[in-house]
């Protein structure tokens, strides 16, 4: 009414405390085209039929976007991951990372069930601090604290510098080493016989010997005895070792959110006895070529290969 009368979208938005600009924006949208003139229940009536066939749309209509999408949740990427990567693999194409969990828990979606269980991760619930008060500390001969680790490390601008950690089965005596590089999120995992000095000092040597000079400079651990061997480590390949103060996982961050993805594959409860080196390798190449948004959703391998290329 106001609208016929002649006034402006300023003095409409004035009467109905409404900004012009959403006055400007309703009049654009739901004026009726046969009338040329803005009719209140036609404009409503134009809103409900959009609401209708965007309720209806279908999602992931691309094909090639939607194999994309789906070949990727195949391979445990979140969709986030999805989203930020499929411009880099595919120019041209795009779809947001809410499109997609729209596409997976729609009701008309194929296998809804397996891909939501894709989307789960399992979280490591966290120890009270009360259980470690009686604990038995362990001397660790010649340990240098990580107080004393250059402060470069931290900013994650260099790399070289690793964390480690380990992953035990309460099945078995069996263990994994998990060594975790802190710019590229680099991950080697190896299977242990058992969590001692010698079987984790071996581990970690293997990995980092015949890397370049310039790819293992530090190395941050905790302090468990399993660690005890760090001088072996650093004898056999130059790298300077620091432990994070006891209790203190986050100064791990690195090491310690890759454990909590590696437990997405092998949850609490797993014997590691019964885990082959083709199991691991499968998991490793799995997160290492999992984009990362914190990488610019880059993978792992990408950054690291870059890394070395540059310093040889």
């Not at 990727?72 to 779809?95: C, F, N, Y």
Request: net charge positive.
């Amino acid at each position: 009414m106001l609208n016929r009368k002649g006034e402006s979208c300023a003095a409409i938005g004035k009467k109905l405390k409404r900004d012009k600009s959403t006055i400007a924006r309703e009049l654009k949208r739901n004026s009726s085209p046969e009338y040329h003139c803005y009719l209140a229940h036609r404009a409503s009536q134009r809103a409900n039929e959009r609401k209708h066939k965007a309720v209806h749309r279908e999602r992931l209509r691309d094909p090639l976007v939607r194999a994309y999408v789906l070949a990727k949740l195949k391979e445990d990427w979140s969709p986030e991951q999805i989203a930020g990567r499929i411009g880099t693999d595919h120019p041209g194409l795009k779809v947001s990372h809410e499109s997609i969990y729209q596409y997976i828990y729609a009701k008309d979606t194929v296998d809804r069930k397996g891909l939501i269980a894709s989307l789960k991760r399992s979280h490591r619930k966290r120890r009270h601090k009360g259980l470690y008060r009686h604990q038995k500390k362990t001397k660790i001969p010649n340990r240098v604290s990580i107080d004393q680790r250059p402060a470069q490390v931290q900013a994650r601008r260099q790399f070289g510098h690793w964390e480690t950690d380990s992953l035990i089965s309460r099945k078995s005596k069996a263990a994994l080493n998990s060594l975790t590089e802190r710019k590229s999120r680099l991950l080697r995992l190896t299977g242990l016989r058992q969590k001692s000095a010698s079987h984790t000092a071996r581990a970690v040597i293997r990995h980092l010997k015949d890397l370049p000079p310039a790819a293992r400079r530090t190395l941050t651990l905790d302090n468990g005895t399993e660690n005890t061997g760090h001088e072996l480590i650093t004898l056999e390949t130059d790298i300077q070792c620091y432990f994070a103060h006891p209790y203190h996982s986050w100064e791990r961050g690195t090491n310690e959110n890759t454990n909590g993805l590696i437990r997405y594959y092998l949850p609490k409860g797993t014997d590691f006895s019964t885990i082959s080196k083709q199991q691991l390798q499968f998991i490793e190449n799995r997160l290492n070529n999992r984009p990362r948004k914190c990488l610019g959703f880059k993978t792992p391998n990408e950054v690291a290969a870059s890394c070395v290329a540059l310093h040889g």
